[in-house]
Structure formats: C-alpha cells, structure tokens
C-alpha cells in the first residue's frame, strides 16, 4: 500500500488515545512493520460517529494496474461491503 505523509504520522496523547479505544475510533492498524513509526501502528481512526475515516496510506494510489498495483481497491471494496 502506498505510503505518501512524508513526515507526518498519527500521534496522540495517553489520554485521547484512550478515548480513541474506548470508543472504538481506531479502526486500522499496520499489521506486522510499523513503516511510519505511527502510535501504536495506528493506520486510520474515525470520528465518533464513525462516519469520517482519517487514513495515513493512500489506498487510491494502488487503486487500478494502470497506476501500478489494484492492491489498494480492496480497502475501498471493504468499505462498500461494510456499507450495504
């Protein structure tokens, strides 16, 4: 998946990171390597209402094998299977 922050990566103090679990806003994590060095391995988190995901990787460059790789469609295919 590509990974295009330059520098930026999720960060948060203990106590808004505890609320982030507690309300179950944390809903992407690296699994394996943490290439960015992310809080935790935090990939995306979302709102309370769960209706806005903020993600660090950008699935849309890895969307079409025109760009390189369709690896990223599967995360926007999740999302619609989630949603119906």
């Not at 990974?3 to 808004?16: C, L, P, Q, V, Y």
């Not at 769960?50 to 926007?76: C, I």
């Amino acid at each position: 998946m590509p990974i295009a922050h330059n520098e930026g990566r999720f960060f948060s103090n203990a106590t808004e990171f505890a609320t982030l679990e507690k309300n179950k806003q944390i809903v992407m994590r690296y699994s394996g390597e943490n290439p960015t060095g992310t809080l935790d391995g935090v990939v995306a988190v979302s709102n309370v209402d769960a209706n806005v995901v903020g993600m660090m990787p950008h699935p849309e460059r890895a969307s079409s094998t025109f760009l390189g790789g369709s690896d990223g469609l599967k995360v926007f295919k999740s999302m619609l299977e989630w949603a119906q």
